[in-house]
């Protein structure tokens, strides 16, 4: 690093006085903080500034910093390690001189806790330590809301740890393929701490796949309600349902005696899943009437008046709004007062850029009341992109839009989401960065072109209104829920009364649910028929409802009879393969493509969320689709800064294709293929075991292995996979599941870096063979959505271009 630069002081304000700095300082805390969830959003608001630095000139720079912040989170949210480092810390406290006798202020403690400084390695100096800063007092400006804020630039702070959980709340998949219903999955707090809203990532995940309708998923500890339907008219009855040769020097050096902790045999696992289904919904509430809100508004109003009235900063509003929350979820509060609490709570949130409460809050909300959620949802991210100041701010608000776009997207609610786009073009220009600027224009230019596109289903849908048997608008309504939105229950019954005899067979032997499989094998080839007429933009969910019918007459056939059957579906994988797009809540996405190779020894995230791989040793080739990475199992690999996303997701994915030219030892070898693993039963990997066996192996204080029943061949292409939800696990090969298992909650978080074909603490652990298409999930992708990833990379096409 140039000794004219120095990413301490000019990235986060650490003097070379300062440095190496201490964990507390270098995530921006009082010395020995305890407050955990200060510990996290610090170690968040460090994280997501220096990212924006992270495809710079400096990116070795920036991912050596970022790889310093994770391992100061990691210590500092475990108890033992903190205690421990805590101790060390405050024996290495000595002064300069000795304090006068009425002085008590503190010294600040040579820090020889730490990695190697990226500054000048002159020995640390030791100062007299200034008290923690008291914040100024803010400018006073006139109220715009009796639940206003004071202007403060703790609003980045907020806005930076909170956005990802409210993006988890609200996000869902975007592109011209359409979304489905929002599921969640509890999340387990860890022990000792306070449930809350994790901050994973942009997009979020489902538990099943439609065709090409992608299902958004939240991270949210409960489910968010069904999308709203009240502009629909009731569906009709229906009759009878080397570039590369010379890397840089690695980003984190792993010293070679780091004794690797090996995984040890799990526990045989349950036989059953049947322990881990989900309790019903409970039931709730219609909104109360105006007059009880108003009632129980003014009695809020009073109790709170003090709170209510004044000015404040961002960090008064979350815990204003997280008062109102408690209040609010206690037994016995009666609805109207719950209800205006809860509105109140998210209103001072929003207001006060505290993103991660109004997500609570919203969440409440919709546990509790049958509400217009996307408009709610609508009117926060709206008021929250008004109190940005900062450009990463607004960069971050950019993200927040985007995802409630997909949710008005996927509610047909198209007004909205063009008013949203707008906002988020306003936000794009403010953040000052052209990448961000041209995916919002894009996105907005999407977004007007699928509203016009909508105008005939909202015309017929209104015809239908006084004209249920029109058959012209049943097949526009039928085609719209089907073919774009792949929702097949609601759009069936419009198609069954369309005046096209081929849409109306195949739809009326659809609504029948054969159960013979002749039956249904013919319902499977009337949607393929349809297919083959279709326009290309609307294919793929006609195949993808032949194919589900065909593999249901499969199952019941043996033989010969089964060969016509396995070869249609073969011929369906094809022609998805070249239609489909890559499921949501990719967060990184390695193709390994020329485009991706902007520098000499790196490689470039083709999702846009900023990750760099440093290459190391391993050789440009040919892979399954485009280009790949060829290892030697020995001493090359890419590893990726470890951040939140990737060290310890609550629920995640991994995908990639692999092509191995021998096993190691077959007996007992490790062949890692991806793997954020560290010891001490925390992280991830995903590798090969046993010359072949697929294995996905998760740290939760202790290992859980889920193991494939087949093996993969060698000198062969093969697509593995993985997921994980908190329930359940699951391995995949060539787009099939091969291996289930009971899943812990949560999985213990590692600081060490992501590594393809390495593990993640020694050498020689990695693949002799090809890698291509390595993506991660921030969300479990459900089979249908695995088996699509496996046909794009059949069909030799990138995940994403």
Request: glycine share 6%; net charge neutral.
């Amino acid at each position: 690093m140039s000794d004219k630069f120095d990413p301490y002081h000019k990235w986060l304000g650490i003097a070379p006085t300062e440095q190496p700095p201490n964990y507390y300082r270098l995530l921006g805390l009082n010395l020995f903080e305890s407050d955990l969830d200060v510990i996290e959003n610090g170690s968040d608001r460090q994280m997501a500034h220096l990212r924006s630095f992270q495809t710079g000139p400096r990116m070795r720079e920036c991912q050596q910093l970022l790889n310093e912040v994770a391992a100061a989170r990691v210590t500092l949210l475990d108890g033992q390690k903190k205690l421990a480092y805590d101790q060390t810390l405050r024996a290495s406290m000595v002064p300069i001189e000795a304090p006068p006798p009425v002085a008590s202020v503190p010294l600040t403690p040579a820090d020889t806790l730490l990695p190697t400084s990226l500054a000048a390695t002159a020995p640390p100096k030791l100062v007299q330590a200034r008290r923690p800063a008291t914040a100024t007092s803010p400018v006073v400006v006139p109220k715009k809301s009796k639940y206003g804020r004071k202007q403060s630039l703790g609003v980045g702070t907020l806005l930076i740890v909170g956005v990802l959980g409210l993006v988890a709340l609200l996000a869902c998949g975007y592109g011209l393929r359409l979304m489905l219903r929002p599921r969640s999955r509890p999340v387990e707090p860890a022990a000792g701490r306070p449930a809350k809203v994790s901050p994973p990532a942009k997009i979020a995940p489902a538990n099943t796949f439609d065709a090409t309708a992608v299902t958004p998923h939240s991270l949210s500890t409960e489910d968010l309600p069904s999308r709203n339907t009240a502009s629909v008219p009731t569906p009709p009855a229906s009759d009878p349902g080397n570039v590369l040769a010379a890397p840089p020097p690695a980003v984190m050096p792993v010293a070679e005696a780091t004794p690797v902790v090996e995984p040890p045999e799990p526990p045989t696992p349950p036989s059953s899943l049947g322990d881990l289904v989900n309790a019903p919904a409970t039931a709730k509430l219609a909104v109360p009437g105006k007059a009880d809100l108003v009632a129980a508004r003014t009695q809020i109003e009073r109790l709170f008046a003090n709170d209510l009235s004044k000015e404040r900063s961002p960090q008064e509003s979350a815990t204003l709004s997280e008062q109102l929350l408690d209040q609010a979820v206690q037994s016995g509060t009666q609805p109207a007062m719950r209800y205006a609490m809860l509105e109140i709570a998210v209103d001072v949130a929003a207001r006060g850029g505290a993103v991660a409460s109004a997500s609570n809050a919203i969440q409440a909300l919709g546990r509790t009341f049958t509400v217009d959620l996307v408009q709610i949802k609508a009117d926060a991210a709206q008021q929250i992109a008004r109190v940005a100041k900062e450009p990463w701010e607004h960069k971050a608000v950019v993200e927040l839009l985007e995802s409630v776009i997909d949710e008005c997207l996927f509610a047909d609610r198209y007004d909205l989401a063009t008013s949203l786009a707008d906002a988020a073009n306003d936000a794009s220009r403010k953040s000052k960065e052209s990448t961000v600027i041209g995916r919002a224009v894009a996105r907005s230019r999407d977004v007007k072109s699928l509203n016009a596109k909508y105008e005939p289903v909202r015309t017929a849908l209104n015809v239908l209104t006084n004209s249920p048997d029109d058959a012209a608008a049943n097949e526009t309504v039928g085609r719209h829920l089907c073919l774009v939105k792949g929702r097949w229950d609601e759009g069936l019954p419009y198609l069954a009364r369309s005046s096209v005899s081929d849409w109306r067979d195949a739809a009326s032997g659809d609504l029948r649910k054969p159960t013979t499989p002749d039956t249904q094998a013919t319902v499977g080839n009337d949607w393929l028929k349809v297919a083959l007429q279709l326009e290309t933009q609307f294919q793929l969910q006609a195949y993808l409802r032949a194919e589900h019918w065909l593999r249901l007459a499969i199952a019941q056939q043996s033989g010969i009879k089964r060969l016509p059957l396995e070869q249609q579906i073969k011929d369906i994988g094809k022609g998805v393969g070249k239609l489909a797009e890559c499921p949501t809540g990719a967060v990184m996405v390695m193709t390994f493509e020329p485009t991706t190779l902007k520098r000499q020894g790196y490689v470039l995230d083709a999702s846009h969320h900023g990750y760099v791989g440093v290459v190391k040793g391993a050789i440009l080739t040919d892979g399954i689709a485009g280009k790949a990475l060829a290892f030697d199992g020995k001493n090359s690999y890419v590893e990726v800064a470890s951040t939140p996303w990737l060290a310890a997701p609550s629920a995640f994915s991994l995908s990639t294709w692999v092509n191995v030219v021998s096993w190691k030892d077959p007996r007992d070898a490790h062949d890692y293929v991806l793997s954020n693993e560290a010891g001490g039963a925390r992280g991830y990997v995903l590798r090969y075991r046993n010359g072949g066996t697929v294995d996905l192996t998760v740290g939760a204080r202790d290992w859980h292995e889920t193991l494939s029943t087949t093996k993969a061949s060698l000198e062969q292409w093969h697509h593995i996979g993985a997921t994980f939800d908190g329930s359940v696990s699951r391995v995949f090969l060539d787009g099939e599941v091969v291996g289930e298992t009971p899943a812990p909650t949560k999985i213990t978080p590692s600081n060490q870096p992501f590594r393809i074909s390495q593990h993640s603490l020694s050498r020689d652990r990695g693949i002799r063979g090809r890698i291509d298409e390595v993506a991660v999930f921030n969300r479990a992708l459900s089979p249908d959505e695995v088996r699509t990833v496996y046909r794009i990379g059949q069909a030799g096409r990138p995940l994403m271009e």
